[in-house]
């Protein structure tokens, strides 16, 4: 059955630095993947799309890569802030059910001042 | 209008007992979603509903029962709760249930089943 993992839980960084998590997946070759953000107690908020054919999504201070040789994507935030402080959740397409997501286990980053 | 409303933000209620939870969104979605999330754990899908229909049930307990009234309108109604079902329901909405659609979340009911 499909499998997705976010290798870290937690993740602690300086301000002003890269933020770099990850998200592989496997027995599946996904259209796209999806990352969103979760603050405490409240529902994810959508980030950015990257489909299987894109190598690379840029918005603003983040970045996706995708790569489907290695199934992985990567989440980069650059000139990380406090503020940026959350659960990055990475989501992929249910097998069969296009639009219906399953979702990682998510990171938590940790951006201290 | 931009988001997903639930009411109310929490409720606690009885395993003998009945309520409803709401989700609107006035986006024009055509799809509409619960999802169930545990502390620490990823949101779990439990109910899609396309153009009002449902189309995707979890093999959700039959104490959680949902309902589309409209486009605009999702509920979910619970009855005989089993503490374990204490979590965070979220709904969600997506212009249609196919390829490449972003999800919109609100903000959650946080349920507690005494």
């Known amino acids: 059955s499909q499998k997705i993992e976010q290798n870290s839980e937690a993740l602690n960084i300086q301000e002003g630095k890269t933020a770099t998590l990850t998200c592989n997946y496997t027995?599946?070759?996904?259209?796209?993947l999806q990352w969103y953000r979760q603050d405490p107690g409240r529902g994810p908020v959508f980030l950015l799309l990257?489909?299987?054919?894109?190598k690379e999504k840029r918005k603003e201070r983040l970045k996706v890569t995708f790569d489907t040789t290695l199934k992985q994507s990567l989440f980069h935030i650059t000139a990380s802030q406090p503020a940026d402080s959350a659960t990055y959740l990475c989501?992929?397409?249910?097998?069969?059910?296009?639009?219906?997501?399953?979702f990682g286990k998510g990171t938590k980053l940790s951006v201290k001042p | 209008d931009t988001e997903v409303t639930q009411t109310p933000k929490h409720l606690v209620m009885g395993m003998t007992n009945k309520k409803s939870l709401k989700c609107e969104q006035h986006?024009?979605?055509?799809?509409m979603y619960w999802y169930k999330q545990k502390a620490k754990k990823p949101p779990e899908l439990m109910f899609v509903?396309?153009?009002?229909?449902?189309?995707i049930n979890e093999s959700v307990p039959s104490r959680f029962s949902p309902e589309c009234p409209n486009s605009s309108l999702l509920n979910l109604h619970l009855h005989a709760l089993q503490p374990e079902d204490s979590a965070l329901y979220l709904c969600?909405?997506?212009?249609?249930?196919?390829?490449?659609?972003?999800?919109?979340f609100g903000p959650g009911t946080r349920l507690t089943v005494l």
């Open positions: 969600a909405s997506s212009p249609r249930d196919i390829s490449y659609n972003e999800q919109f």
């Open positions: 986006m024009g979605h055509r799809a």
């Open positions: 509903y396309s153009y009002e229909k449902l189309s």
């Open positions: 989501a992929l397409p249910r097998t069969g059910s296009q639009g219906n997501l399953i």
């Open positions: 990257i489909r299987e054919n894109e």
């Open positions: 027995n599946y070759s996904p259209a796209y």
